[in-house]
């Protein structure tokens, strides 16, 4: 929700209203605006529960999976991705965005990027711990190669970051405590960073741990002709 953000998601579209699909819709956040911009958009996602909560956000939403779009060929004019590619298989994912891609449609892809490639290592080890269900990280050279790869030209690069904030308890609702505890895990990171990425700020202490977190937003293009 920070403002920086989700002011990267926008895009000024040549006709309104376009259509818009947000892919991994989760609340229907990334696709807001548009709807607010009176373009047709729709969301899809793998959990009820959250389309559930996007509906108020776009005019239609599906029950679908990234790797397989319920839509035909060439049926949009926008796709938006937005903190989900690490959930999922990168490649096949974006093999189906650009599927659903009208000739010259764009894509917006958005997430949380390791601070550099040197850091990436650490970064990894980080979060495969205090957040185990993310699949992959991505750097900003990787996620600009697998663009790429699935056809599609760079556009334009956003970058941002924000420092984020969080309580050893919330750790703990969503991993398992590694063997040497929380407080001794975050001291470790703490000093591989100061090392490695001092840029990234991480600081731990009594209860809660803070680090600036590395944000890129890419603008690309459906390359050649359909």
């Known amino acids: 929700t920070d403002p920086t953000l989700l002011a990267h998601l926008k895009l000024t579209l040549p006709d309104t209203p376009a259509d818009v699909l947000d892919i ?3 609340t ?11 373009h047709r ?11 559930v909560r996007a509906a108020p956000r776009v005019i ?18 926008l796709a938006l991705m937005r903190q989900m590619l690490h959930y999922t298989e990168p490649e096949l994912a974006l093999q189906e965005a650009f599927r659903v891609l009208r000739p010259n449609g764009k894509l917006i892809l958005s997430g949380a990027i390791s601070p550099s490639l040197s850091a990436r ?11 185990p269900l993310r699949l992959r990280i991505f750097s900003a050279e990787s996620l600009q190669q697998l663009l790429q790869a699935a056809g599609f ?14 309580r050893f308890a919330t750790l703990a609702q969503r991993a398992l405590e590694p063997v040497s505890g929380w407080p ?7 000093k591989l960073f100061s090392q490695i990425a001092p840029e990234m700020e991480f600081t731990v202490g009594e209860d809660t741990f803070s680090y600036r977190q590395f944000w890129l937003t890419i603008v690309a293009q459906k390359a050649g002709k359909s």
């Open 24 to 26: 991994g819709s989760g």
């Open 41 to 51: 958009c729709i969301g899809v996602d793998l959990s009820p529960q959250m389309s």
């Open 121 to 131: 290592p650490v970064w990894e080890e980080f979060k495969n711990v205090t957040q």
């Open 60 to 77: 239609l939403t599906n029950f679908g999976s990234a790797l397989d779009l319920p839509y035909f060929d060439q049926s949009f004019d």
């Open 153 to 166: 030209d760079i556009v334009e690069n956003r970058h941002a970051s924000l420092m984020r904030v969080e």
């Open 28 to 38: 229907g956040l990334a696709a807001a605006w548009y709807s607010a911009e009176g």
């Open 184 to 190: 001794k895990f975050l001291t470790m990171m703490q």
